[in-house]
């Protein structure tokens, strides 16, 4: 019997192949937006909730938040989102929020990008300020006060000017704050809207899937649940409105957007959360009211931002 020795070199070559060959086919298949998964644990958690605690709460809803767009075109993450929103099997017609780059030329200061902030606030949804420099991504600590309060002024009015109407909340790029920029919120108004759960893709450099999304959420809600079991959230018109921040810059939580609503839904039910009817903003009025409401409050459940 004869046997054949493989240099470690080669071999190494061979199983690098054999990832590639793996790696292309999947980028083969058809990215598609799935149909709602069921929840699936290989071991049994205990929920952070027990069922007489959650019995004494408000029930959850979500409140849904994308950053850093729009995305336009016919292909865009935008649309791609907003037509799952509409339509999907877990809770149609959400309503959402988008902080939005108002200036940058690729996103809201082209003819492309206002006209998709036309189309995303006359579908119900509401527009709120990112960034209004065009620049684009730059995050507020490094602009002096004025600067800032100009930049805010500019990005509300451009969002005016296409829907007639800007959220009185606003995210800092980065998600970076100090005393300095709340002083500025403040005396323009503006409420600083940041998250209970976040997706976490809009740090993803490159390489846009998500393998832990599921997971991840899970472990995003059991944090929220311990913050509602010892009264650190308030509810807002008898449902607890929970902030999620996604990215609609992202391709690949646009192609998964129905698969995230699911994952939310399941993965508040894991952790023990009572959930409301819907349990997804539908009307504009009452999510523009919550977020407001939560902007104000300034707590949220995360411990540390993304």
Same mark, same amino acid.
């Given at each position: 019997?004869?046997?054949?020795?493989?240099?470690?070199?080669?071999? !190494?070559?061979?199983?690098?192949?054999?990832?590639?060959?793996?790696?292309?086919?999947?980028?083969?298949?058809?990215?598609?937006?799935?149909?709602?998964?069921?929840?699936?644990?290989?071991?049994?958690?205990?929920?952070?909730?027990?069922?007489?605690?959650?019995?004494?709460?408000?029930?959850?809803?979500?409140?849904?938040?994308?950053?850093?767009?729009?995305?336009?075109?016919?292909?865009?993450?935008?649309?791609?989102?907003?037509?799952?929103?509409?339509?999907?099997?877990?809770?149609? %017609?959400?309503?959402?929020?988008?902080?939005?780059?108002?200036?940058?030329?690729?996103?809201?200061?082209?003819?492309?990008?206002?006209?998709?902030?036309?189309?995303?606030?006359?579908?119900?949804?509401?527009?709120? #300020?990112?960034?209004?420099?065009?620049?684009?991504?730059?995050?507020?600590?490094?602009? &002096?006060?004025?600067?800032?309060?100009?930049? !805010?002024?500019?990005?509300? +009015?451009?969002?005016?000017?296409?829907?007639?109407?800007?959220?009185?909340?606003?995210?800092?790029?980065?998600?970076?704050?100090?005393?300095?920029?709340?002083?500025?919120?403040?005396?323009?108004?503006?409420?600083?809207?940041?998250?209970?759960?976040?997706?976490?893709?809009?740090?993803?450099?490159?390489?846009?899937?998500?393998?832990?999304?599921?997971?991840?959420? #899970?472990?995003?809600?059991?944090? /929220?649940?311990?913050?509602? +079991? &010892?009264?650190?959230?308030?509810?807002?018109? %008898? /449902?607890?409105?929970? /902030?999620?921040?996604?990215?609609?810059?992202?391709?690949?939580?646009?192609?998964?957007? &129905?698969?995230?609503?699911?994952?939310? #839904?399941?993965?508040?039910?894991?952790?023990?959360?009572?959930?409301?009817?819907?349990?997804?903003? &539908?009307?504009?009025?009452?999510?523009?009211?919550?977020?407001? +409401?939560?902007?104000?409050?300034?707590?949220?459940?995360?411990?540390?931002?993304?």
């Amino acid at each position: 019997m004869r046997f054949s020795i493989v240099s470690s070199s080669a071999l !190494l070559r061979r199983l690098t192949l054999v990832a590639i060959a793996a790696i292309a086919t999947l980028g083969a298949l058809p990215v598609m937006a799935e149909v709602p998964w069921p929840v699936t644990s290989e071991v049994a958690r205990q929920p952070v909730l027990s069922p007489e605690v959650a019995a004494g709460l408000a029930p959850v809803r979500f409140l849904l938040t994308f950053d850093d767009g729009p995305d336009s075109g016919p292909d865009g993450s935008t649309p791609v989102i907003l037509r799952q929103l509409a339509d999907n099997p877990v809770a149609p %017609g959400i309503k959402a929020i988008f902080f939005v780059q108002t200036a940058h030329p690729r996103r809201g200061g082209g003819p492309a990008g206002q006209a998709q902030m036309r189309d995303t606030c006359a579908a119900g949804h509401l527009l709120a #300020v990112h960034s209004g420099l065009p620049e684009g991504h730059v995050p507020h600590t490094r602009l &002096t006060p004025g600067k800032l309060a100009d930049s !805010l002024r500019s990005g509300e +009015a451009d969002i005016v000017a296409q829907c007639g109407h800007v959220a009185q909340v606003v995210r800092p790029p980065d998600w970076a704050h100090n005393d300095t920029t709340e002083a500025v919120y403040r005396q323009l108004g503006l409420g600083m809207l940041m998250a209970d759960a976040s997706a976490r893709d809009g740090k993803i450099y490159g390489w846009h899937i998500s393998l832990r999304r599921r997971s991840h959420m #899970v472990s995003e809600l059991e944090r /929220v649940g311990r913050a509602m +079991a &010892t009264h650190r959230l308030e509810p807002v018109n %008898g /449902v607890m409105p929970i /902030v999620v921040a996604f990215h609609d810059t992202n391709d690949f939580t646009a192609s998964h957007m &129905t698969e995230y609503l699911q994952i939310l #839904v399941d993965a508040a039910r894991e952790n023990g959360l009572p959930l409301a009817n819907p349990p997804f903003y &539908t009307d504009t009025t009452a999510l523009e009211q919550a977020a407001v +409401a939560r902007a104000g409050a300034g707590v949220y459940a995360r411990e540390s931002w993304p």
